[in-house]
């Protein structure tokens, strides 16, 4: 038998970026688990494969029940029909403009730059939609942007918006200062968490020497994701001057405790990032298996409360479909 050659990560900027794992056997046996001791592992899912780089599986521990494990292994419970749940649970396609814009609150407009990611993450709400490329609508979209006076902001999100190469994400954010009333450039990316050799000297030149004022929002849910390397990637741009802010979302058997969510706001806070957001789970299908009670999340924020500064608490909030804002809770 011919053994199975690994796959590799080239990485957004064609530079090779370590191993990816797109097989659940290859992803449990670098972290030294079998696939017996996982309950209802799903080794072959149908739809939204796993996908893993060598860079976040690295801070995975030798634990079945490992937060960072969790958030990427495919279980045989999302193929489970659950009441509530659907394929577009925040109604992205009611917003949508035209292919690869979205408006949904006043004065922002969001750009769907790429479907890919560098990382599957099995609770994400986009997870069953497929994005038209942008490329082909860049000049509809530039005009709808220039001709909406009310914008101020545009937000680049996908997919994963640094997958895109420097050059790439240039040549667009030249574009965007363009128009005169665009004020800021809002970037949401995990790729620093998953990857954070991303932060490179160029992308940082691009957003520092950019008129519009940028704020990079990343994602990590557990603290074990802010490696030492994460940190000082972090550290290292929040010197340069550049606002980071960090989403979370709760899930069950993740970032479920207090003492987790705790210890994620005092780390994101030693990197230079304010805790921005804890977002309840979007009901997107597939999912229900990362659900936390109301009640029990009410709990949780109290705690957390009663432990930090103000500061490091984040808003916890949902995105309904429809509504005009993100919704607070609790
Ligand atoms: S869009 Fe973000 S949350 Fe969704 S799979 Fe990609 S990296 Fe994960």
Redesign the pocket.
Known sequence: MVPQQPDLWQGPQGKPGGRIFTRVGDLLDFIGLTPDQIPDLDPCPLTFGLKVPSAFAERMRQDPKDPLLRQVLPLGSERQIVAGYSQDPVADRRAERIPGLLVKYAGRALLIVTGA?????R?????HLKYPPLWPNLEAIFAVLAADMSLSEVIL????PLMLPDDRLAELIARLEQITHLKRLRI?S?LPV?WPERLNDRLAEILLGSRLTAILVI?ANHPHELSESVGQALSEWRSLGLTLLNQSVLLRGVNDRVETLAELSERLFACGILPYYLHALDPVAGSAHFAVEETQARCLLSELRARLPGYLVPRWVREQAGASAKQPLG
């Not at 609770?123 to 997870?127: A, I, L, S, V, W």
């Not at 999100?157 to 994963?160: E, I, K, T, V």
């Open positions: 990611c560098a990382i599957h993450c609770y994400c709400f986009r997870r999100s996908g997919g994963d949401h995990r998953v994602q």
